[in-house]
């Protein structure tokens, strides 16, 4: 009982000095030691991923040029193994490219709605909505993929259903919620001056957003899509049950196709660690992070350009 | 005061992950410690690794096991064939699952490891039931999977375009299927590639045309799929017993070196008859005790 009277300096002088500079110190080392955790765990992932990648050109005499330039894939093949990465790249591209070109519209359009047109109501609609969409696992969309889209899709366009199109269209609805969100902040963060000055000139709401708010915003919007493009280039489930998984190169968009995640997850579990289907797989796995290195410098490169 | 209400719900939400992973691996740490007290008494704890195709089997096995012998803790983990053999290979588990022979995968060393043949399973191609066909010739199936064929018209069924269910390349199951039912020929990539048995007769029962391959347990009478004889032998227990049948592979338990302790009892379980005779016909399995014929790595057939 006597703890609650106490008075507030009683409570703050309690401890002496040095207790407190011992505090200081605990508090900066605990600070530090999740940083270096960070930190290694990125450098040695990377060193893993690299080494392990590089196997297979190294260890195994596969050759680099043939493994990005040759479209036949066919590693189980005892008498000539062929390791052409090529229809795999350009399946990850394709759907990354294609479903970005879905999701940035409507994700910078959604964006807008909540931030100008209708802030009040829009938004409160809207977001949670889009944070639904966050919450809902990729295996969902896959098996709502193949259920109902790859059939829906072999009815009204022909084929078989698992194609390019269906993993774009997966991909388009699991990207959105990182495009709209990082867009929604972009337009919200810009300063009520530029709208105010621009309104004040005598341009009408449709004028001020499109020559006003969208090219002040545009390196974050440009962010969003390529964090969106980022995800998307990652997933791995979901367009695995969709896709087709087919390993040759899709001459059309209702074709099916492959990514390099999902050559890596159907075979990953079947080979044995050393062997050079293995070591190729992980050759993948490394295209795999050089792409989001890459990702990630363009995302630094635009946020170098934010001006507000 | 909207974004501190934000705020909040984000720190409790962060707050119950941190306290469920926190109790997540209280847990392990509670099973693994149990094991280890276990291992003082008699029988221990050991972890089995390998294809996800014999999971279920083994697992089933594993818990009647526990259950006669409550000292004893089993974990049967599904990662597939390749890391199966690797890891027990490397020591990192006691038995690997596999459906091929250590022999036919890379990097294996196959000499150091003993093999224990558990269950036979057979496999068979099945169609969608509208493709109106029950019998296939090897040569048709061959030409169907090369693409050679294109339309099941040509084979006296319906007027449809074959779609090829492949399986990846790795996989044991398309191994198996490639060596005893079409001769070693590579299909061609068909409509859709998928690992999961299940996510294939999904695809065989929904797709008009389709074509895959099967093991005898996704048969059932509502399985939505029709499966082939081949050369008018029937897919049954009895045709792959007595040999008649040609696809079908054994579902390998590797040690390394020979097994001891309760890797060596629970191995002799698998194979007494109550498990055979039950657990493993139950599960789809043929009994490897009741095979009249035997194979060997290469492929070689003989009478037992």
């Known amino acids: 009982m006597d703890n609650k009277t106490m008075t507030a300096s009683q409570r703050l002088l309690k401890k002496s000095n040095k207790s407190l500079l011992q505090m200081e110190l605990r508090g900066k080392s605990i600070v530090l030691i999740s940083a270096l955790i960070i930190i290694t765990a990125t450098i040695s992932i990377t060193i893993f991923l690299g080494t392990k990648g590089l196997q297979a050109f190294f260890n195994n005499g596969v050759s680099l040029y043939e493994f990005l330039t040759s479209t036949n894939w066919n590693p189980t093949n005892a008498e000539s193994p062929a390791y052409g990465a090529v229809p795999f790249i350009v399946g990850s591209f394709a759907v990354t490219f294609l479903s970005a070109l879905i999701a940035a519209p409507l994700g910078i359009g959604g964006a807008i709605f909540m931030t100008e047109i209708a802030p009040s109501w829009g938004k409160k609609i809207l977001q949670p909505v889009i944070e639904l969409l966050v919450g809902i696992p990729s295996v969902v969309y896959g098996f709502i993929g193949l259920s109902v889209l790859v059939p829906f899709l072999r009815d009204s366009v022909g084929g078989q259903g698992f194609s390019l199109l269906a993993g774009m269209i997966v991909l388009s609805i699991m990207i959105l919620p990182t495009v709209t969100s990082i867009a929604t902040d972009a337009m919200s963060s810009l300063p009520k001056g530029l709208r105010e000055s621009s309104y004040a000139i005598g341009a009408t709401r449709w004028q001020t957003i499109w020559r006003v708010l969208i090219p002040a915003a545009m390196p974050t919007l440009l962010t969003a899509v390529v964090l969106g493009m980022a995800r998307a280039f990652g997933e791995a489930l979901a367009v695995q049950m969709v896709i087709g998984n087919v390993r040759t190169l899709p001459s059309a968009i209702t074709d099916p196709s492959a990514t390099l995640t999902t050559i890596i997850t159907l075979n990953m579990g079947h080979t044995t660690f050393g062997s050079v289907e293995n070591n190729v797989l992980w050759s993948l796995a490394l295209i795999l992070l050089a792409m989001s290195f890459i990702f990630i410098i363009l995302i630094r490169y635009l946020s170098s350009r934010r001006q507000f | 005061m909207k974004k501190m209400k934000s705020a909040y719900l984000l ?20 099973a693994s410690t149990d094991g280890n007290k276990d291992g003082k008494k008699a029988s221990g704890s050991i972890v089995i690794s390998g294809s996800s195709a014999m999971q279920p089997l083994v697992a089933a096995a594993a818990e009647q096991f526990t259950q006669e012998n409550p000292d004893a803790d089993i974990q049967v983990q599904a990662g597939g064939s390749g890391t199966g053999l690797s890891q027990v290979a490397e020591g990192a588990v006691k038995i690997g699952n596999s459906d091929v022979f250590a022999e036919e995968k890379e990097g294996i060393p196959a000499d150091k490891l003993k093999d224990h043949q558990v269950a036979v399973v057979g496999m068979s191609a099945a169609v969608n039931p509208e493709v109106g066909i029950k019998d296939i010739s090897k040569k048709d199936l061959i030409k169907v999977f090369t693409g050679k064929v294109k339309n099941w018209k040509e084979l006296g069924g319906k007027d449809q375009k074959i779609a090829l269910i492949n399986r990846p390349d790795s996989s044991g ?23 999961s048995s299940n996510t294939v007769q999904k695809l065989i029962k929904e797709t008009p045309g389709a074509i895959g391959y099967l093991a005898f347990s996704y048969f059932t009478d509502n399985s939505g799929v029709t499966p082939l004889s081949i050369d008018g032998v029937k897919p049954t227990d009895e045709n792959v017993q007595t040999g008649k049948f040609p696809i079908w592979a054994y579902e390998h338990s590797y040690t390394k070196g ?14 007494s008859d109550e498990i055979q005779n039950k657990l493993v016909p139950d599960q789809g399995y043929i009994p490897a005790s009741k095979m009249e014929v035997k194979r060997d790595a290469q492929g070689k057939i003989t009478k037992k």
């Open chain 2, 11 to 30: 720190a409790v939400l962060a707050m119950l992950l941190v306290f469920a992973t926190a109790c997540g691996n209280k847990n392990n740490e509670g």
């Open chain 2, 173 to 195: 199951t398309r191994a198996t299927f490639v060596k005893y039912a079409l001769d070693g020929n590579a299909p061609v990539e068909g409509a859709a590639t998928e690992d």
């Open chain 2, 258 to 271: 020979e097994p001891k302790g309760l890797e060596k009892q629970f191995l002799d379980y698998l194979m």
